[in-house]
C-alpha cells in the first residue's frame, strides 16, 4: 500500500492497458479516476476497483480538449480531494498508408495522441504548480515513435511528439519539483491480435499459460500486468529523482532508451559544398553507419511459427 494517500488519473483507462496501470495503482492504495469516451465501459472498470476494495471514480470525457482535460482534474479534485499523477494513456488508431489517409485520418489521432497528451498535462501541471505538489506525469510512447511503422504516419508522428514534449516539460517542471516521463509498453492488446507473428504468445495467454521464453526475453512482449508495476514505480516517491527519461518495459525486459545524439561528426574547411558532398558523400553516408528504420524482429522458432502445432 505504498501509494496511500495519492491520487491519479489514467486516461483511456476503461479496458487494456490502460485498466491494467489503474488495477495496479488501486492495488497499491491510490485512488484512481477511470477515464474513457464510453460512459459505460469507465464505469464499469471504476466499479470493479472499488469491488476489489480499491477507490475509483469513472469520468467520461473524450480526451483532446480543454474542456475534457479540466472536467478529469476536476473530477479527481471533488471525489478525492487532489491530484498526484497524471498517465496520458488515451489512444486510438486510423492505419493506412500515406496516399490512402486522409486529413481527418490524421487528425483525429493526432488530435487525441498528441493534443491530448498536451492538454490534460498542461490542466495537471497547473493544479501541481498552485497546490505546491511535487506531482507524476507519465505519458505513453510507443516504438512506432520511435522507430516510425508502415502505415503509422498519423501514429508514429504523434508518439514521436510525445517524447519531445516530454523532454521540454521536464526542464520547464523541474523548479515546481514534478516529475514526467515517458513509458513505451509492449504488451499483448486487441492490436496485436491480428498479427500472425505474435500468434503462439496470444494462444498461450488465452489458456491462461506463460509465454514462451522467446517473446518474453527476445522481444521484451508481455501482459499488461508486466507494464503495469513500472506505472506504479514511477508515481511513487521511491522514483523521485526520476525525470526527463523515456523507458520501455514489456514481459521480462525493461529498457532505458538513449535520447538523440549524434553519432558521427565531420569537418570541412568552408563547410559542406555541394562538390564537397559528392567527394565525401560515399563516406560519410556508407550503408553500416546509417541508422535502422522501423522496428526489426528475430526469426521464430520452428516450434512459435505460427500454424504449427
Not at 504468445?201 to 489458456?207: G, S
Not at 518474453?216 to 526527463?244: P, Q
Not at 549524434?262 to 559544398?273: E, F, I, M, R
Amino acid at each position: 500500500m505504498n501509494l496511500a494517500g495519492k491520487v491519479a488519473i489514467v486516461t483511456g483507462s476503461g479496458q487494456g492497458l490502460g485498466l491494467a496501470y489503474a488495477k495496479e495503482l488501486a492495488g497499491r492504495g491510490c485512488a484512481v479516476v477511470i477515464n474513457g469516451v464510453n460512459a459505460e465501459r469507465a464505469e464499469r472498470a471504476a466499479a470493479q476497483i472499488r469491488r476489489d476494495g480499491g477507490r475509483a471514480v469513472s469520468v467520461a470525457a473524450n480526451v483532446g480538449t480543454t474542456e475534457a482535460a479540466r472536467a478529469l482534474v476536476n473530477g479527481a479534485i471533488a471525489a478525492f480531494g487532489r491530484l498526484d499523477a497524471l498517465v496520458t494513456n488515451a489512444g486510438n488508431l486510423r492505419d493506412k498508408s500515406l496516399l490512402n489517409m486522409s486529413d481527418e485520418d490524421f487528425d483525429v489521432v493526432v488530435n487525441v495522441h498528441l493534443r491530448g497528451t498536451f492538454t490534460c498535462v498542461r490542466e495537471a501541471f497547473s493544479y501541481f504548480k498552485d497546490a505546491g505538489i511535487r506531482g507524476r506525469i507519465i505519458t505513453i510512447g510507443s516504438p512506432s515513435g520511435q522507430y516510425g511503422n508502415f502505415g503509422q504516419t498519423n501514429y508514429s508522428a504523434a508518439k514521436a511528439g510525445i517524447v519531445g514534449m516530454m523532454r521540454t516539460w521536464a526542464l520547464e517542471m523541474k523548479k515546481s519539483g514534478v516529475n514526467v516521463n515517458t513509458v513505451i509498453p509492449v504488451a499483448a492488446t486487441t492490436m496485436t491480435k491480428a498479427v500472425p507473428y505474435f500468434q503462439k504468445a496470444l494462444e498461450a495467454e488465452e489458456r491462461g499459460e506463460a509465454m514462451p521464453s522467446f517473446f518474453r526475453r527476445e522481444l521484451g512482449f508481455g501482459r499488461t500486468t508486466d507494464v503495469a508495476g513500472l506505472i506504479a514505480y514511477l508515481v511513487s516517491d521511491d522514483a523521485a529523482g526520476i525525470t526527463g527519461q523515456v523507458i520501455g518495459v514489456g514481459g521480462d525486459r525493461l529498457q532505458l532508451w538513449a535520447h538523440p545524439a549524434p553519432l558521427s561528426s565531420d569537418y570541412h574547411d568552408g563547410g559542406w559544398g555541394y562538390e564537397d558532398l559528392q567527394q565525401y558523400g560515399a563516406e560519410l553516408f556508407k550503408p553500416e553507419k546509417l541508422q535502422q528504420v522501423g522496428a526489426t524482429f528475430p526469426q521464430l522458432p520452428p516450434e512459435l511459427q505460427p500454424g504449427t502445432s
